[in-house]
């Protein structure tokens, strides 16, 4: 059962729009910003929501590895792609500009391709995909991160978490939203471990002599000083399939980086030789598919869910209560809090005051009494 405070949808939103301009960032843009953290509450995926509003993005403003000011070039432009340098602006928003022009294209090519170099973290991969479904098409999206993630059978980080995204259209309430990271855990996952006082589960993290760890706070210091990795879906070796993880990892590095022309690996790790801060230099890519173009939209929504339907009413393993397929969960936990808005722990509710009184903005959250 939930026991921290909510702070209501609207107030967070408006908040969170009122401290990004603080911090240099367009009205408007802030806006997309805002909408993409709160995104990930609503759906439960506390790793990327407002958990990481200072540490990931007020802080790289503040220390300079990120631009508030989002300037957009086209590299590259057909009628059925798009290649663009963001410049190392606000990821999420370099993305929102990219789906809305790949929807428009797939809506009269019936597929449009796009991919960004020199971006910066641009939040949950599924909200860009979700933008496609909404339009009524399928999204597909990945991006590359700062190394965290060793090869198989190595140890050193060499990789980001790389999520693969798929958001597809269904008749049901929700679509089939596949958005993870193609590492077993994810950095945002473990910084919030460490928020939370919670130890990282074994079996997630090779070390240097090919040991583990589970304390949250050492790994996010040893990992940035190259001491340890995480590992690709299927865990070390090949025993469990690890191998296949690590694959998906490269492709979506080898996606996020080519088809942009960007850096890949080390070269994103957003530290000079020197140890000193430089931009991180990130590249996403992202595929629209229009099911009108092929047999139709409705013939593709009940196909999708009937599979799905079918996958939930399959027999269950002994002692199992359901099963689940991709955006369900999601989609209930937005309707758990829907009415009753963002819950934040105690390092979340003393960043918010502090956010508040260094800017004198007029805000009291529920949580103050």
Known sequence: METRPYVPWDMMNAFMIDVFQKYGVPAGDAAICADVLLESDRRGIESHGCNRFKPIYLDRIKNGTLLPVTKLDILKETPTTLVMDANNGMGMVASYRMMEALIDKAKTFGMAGGAICNSTHFGIAGYWTTMAEKAGMIGVCGTNARPSVAPTWGVEPMMGTNPLTFTMPTDEDF???????????????????????????????????????????????????????????????????????????????????????????????????????????????????????????????????????????????????????????????????????????????????????????????????
């Not at 080898?254 to 960007?262: C, D």
């Not at 070269?267 to 173009?293: A, C, K, M, Q």
């Open 175 to 369: 679509p089939f939203n596949f958005d993870c990271a193609t590492s077993i855990v994810q950095n945002g996952k473990i910084e919030f471990y460490e928020r939370m006082g919670e130890p990282t589960p074994a079996g997630l993290v090779v070390t240097r002599d090919g040991g583990t760890m589970t304390d949250s706070g050492e790994i996010l210091r040893e990992m940035r000083r190259g001491n340890c990795a995480l590992l690709s879906i299927g865990g070390p070796g090949e025993a469990t399939g690890g191998y296949k993880g690590y694959g998906f990892t490269t492709i979506v590095e080898i996606l996020s980086a080519a088809l942009a022309g960007g850096p890949f690996m080390k070269e994103l790790s957003g530290r000079n030789p020197d140890g000193s801060n430089r931009f991180y230099r990130l590249g996403h890519f992202f595929f629209v598919i229009n099911p009108d173009f092929f047999m139709g939209l409705d013939v593709f929504q009940k196909t999708c869910g009937d599979i799905l339907r079918g996958l939930r009413a399959s027999e269950k393993a002994p002692g199992a209560a359901r099963i689940y397929t991709a955006g369900e969960k999601e989609w209930e936990a937005w309707q758990e809090r829907r009415d009753k808005g963002v819950p934040v722990g105690e390092s979340i509710r003393k960043e918010l005051v502090a956010l508040r009184d260094e800017f004198d903005l007029d805000y009291r959250f529920p949580f103050e009494g």
